[in-house]
C-alpha cells in the first residue's frame, strides 16, 4: 500500500510550530531508518509531557511518514480546531461506542489505506515517578493484530524537561534537547491468528511496551524498573489505604465514646 501525501493541512500546521520546537528544543534523533518507507504501520510511544506529541511529530514530519493521531471525535467539530484535524488526516475515536474494536475502527481503516497511526499506549502521562512508561492499554496490540502491520516503538525524552508533568511553566533555560529513538518493529508474529482473548491482548501489549522500554533505557543509559508502574494497582493500594484509615478513625471514634460511657457510668455509681 503506498503512502498517503502529507498535503496543505499538515504542512500549514507544520509552518506555525516547527520554528518554536526549533527554538526551544535541541534535537537527538536517531532510528529514522526503522521508519516504513511505504505501506500502513503503528508507532507505540512513552508519554511524559503535554508538549510530546509535538516533539514526536516534528521527528516523524521530517521522516516523510506524518503520523495520524487518535483524538476525541467531538474535537473535530469545532470551528479551525476541527478544520485543522480532519485536513490533517487525525483519526477520531468515537468513545460512545462499547464495542473495543469498533472504537478503533477508524485506526484500523487507517493503516490498511498505508497510515502511520501514532499510539500512546499508556493512554495519559505516566505517573511513574521516575518517567518511565506505565503499563499499557490494548488498543495499539488491537490493531496491529488485526492488520498485522508493523509496530514501531518510539521512545521520547527531553520535552518532559522543557514542560513535566501536570506543570503549568515551561522550564526555558538551560535550552533542553528532545532525544527521540525509534527501534526496528516489535515481533509479535507469535500472537498472529489466535483468538483475541483478554490475556493474548495483554501479552502483546506487554511486548510492545517493553520493546518501547528499552528504547527509552538507550536514551537515558539506565535501567528501567523491573515491572512498570501500574496505576491500578496503585489506585487499589490507595483504596487499600483509604479503607484502613476510615477504620482506623472508625475504631478510634467508637474507642472516645467508650471511655466517655465509663466514665459515665463510673461517675453515677460513685
Known amino acids: 500500500m503506498p503512502r498517503r ?13 516547527k520554528p518554536p520546537l526549533v527554538v526551544l528544543l535541541k534535537r537527538d534523533w536517531r532510528g529514522m531508518e526503522n521508519i516504513p ?35 476525541k471525535s467531538g474535537l473535530f467539530s469545532k470551528g479551525f480546531v476541527g478544520a485543522a484535524m480532519r485536513g490533517t488526516g487525525q483519526i477520531p475515536v468515537y468513545r460512545e461506542s462499547t464495542d473495543a474494536l469498533s ?20 493512554g495519559t502521562l505516566t505517573r511513574d515517578p521516575d518517567g518511565w512508561p506505565m503499563t499499557g492499554k490494548t488498543g495499539a496490540a488491537r490493531v496491529a493484530l488485526q492488520t498485522k502491520c508493523p509496530v514501531i516503538p518510539v521512545a521520547q525524552w527531553g520535552a518532559n524537561e522543557l514542560l513535566p508533568p501536570y ?11 528532545s532525544r527521540v529513538l525509534a527501534g526496528p518493529p516489535v515481533d509479535l508474529s507469535r500472537f498472529y491468528d489466535r483468538e483475541m482473548t483478554p490475556e493474548l491482548l495483554k501479552e502483546a501489549t506487554e511486548a510492545i511496551m517493553a520493546a518501547v522500554t528499552r528504547q527509552l533505557e538507550e536514551i537515558r543509559g539506565e535501567k528501567a ?21 476510615r477504620n482506623r478513625r472508625q475504631d478510634g471514634t467508637r474507642g472516645e465514646r467508650a471511655a466517655v460511657r465509663e466514665v459515665r457510668e463510673e461517675g453515677l455509681g460513685t
Request: aromatic content about 14%; some cysteine.
Open 103 to 122: 472504537a478503533f475502527r477508524a485506526a484500523i481503516d487507517a493503516v490498511e489505506r498505508g497510515e502511520c497511526v501514532a499510539f500512546y499506549p499508556e
Open 225 to 245: 524498573p523491573e515491572t512498570p508502574y501500574d496505576p491500578r494497582v496503585e489506585r487499589m493500594e490507595q483504596r487499600r489505604r483509604t479503607h484502613t484509615q
Open 37 to 71: 518507507a511505504e505501506g500502513g504501520f503503528i508507532t507505540a510511544v512513552n508519554h511524559n509531557s503535554h508538549i510530546d506529541p509535538l516533539a514526536y511529530a516534528h521527528f516523524q514530519y521530517n521522516t516523510g511518514r506524518v503520523p495520524r493521531f487518535l483524538a
Open 167 to 177: 506543570a503549568r511553566k515551561p522550564r526555558l533555560f538551560p535550552r533542553k534537547t
Open 5 to 17: 501525501r502529507i498535503g496543505f493541512w499538515y504542512r500549514f500546521a507544520a509552518v506555525i510550530c
